[in-house]
């Protein structure tokens, strides 16, 4: 089992950047494909973006793709998320995710996700 913890959210500007981070404990980290999804008030929770065990399959949601990076150091057991070029649409609550799998696998669908962290709060300023 793995326990996640969010961090970094805050307040960013249209047009700038923010970089969020997930802490894993537990298992080992890299036992886990990863994801990042969102959730706005009112609205379902959606992909963000999914790594791989091992970071060799990566993928985005088209709103984010070009914008958005996700990476991860299983040496540090963390995840991150770097946000570039915000909008105001990207602000939601972010909540990183993880199950395990074999490596070069990664998903992009939360029912695919087991464990859940409480999510870090992201607002955009214009």
């Known amino acids: 089992q793995v326990q996640l913890v969010e961090s970094g959210g ?6 700038g950047s923010l970089k969020i981070s997930c802490a894993s404990s537990g298992r080992t980290f890299s036992d886990y494909a990863m994801g990042w999804f969102r959730q706005a008030p009112g609205k ?8 791989s065990r091992y970071g060799t399959k990566i993928y985005y ?13 299983n040496a ?19 909540l990183c995710a993880a199950r395990l799998a074999y490596e070069g696998v990664a998903y992009i669908n939360r029912y695919e996700y087991d464990y859940w962290g409480p999510g870090t709060q992201v607002t955009v300023s214009y």
């Open 61 to 73: 949601a088209d709103s984010v793709k070009g914008r958005f990076a996700i990476s991860r150091d």
């Open 76 to 94: 540090k057991n963390m995840l991150y998320l770097e946000m570039n070029s915000l909008k105001p649409g990207d602000a939601a609550e972010y």
């Open 44 to 51: 379902r929770r959606e992909f963000v973006a999914a790594i």
């Open 10 to 15: 805050g307040l960013g500007q249209t047009g």
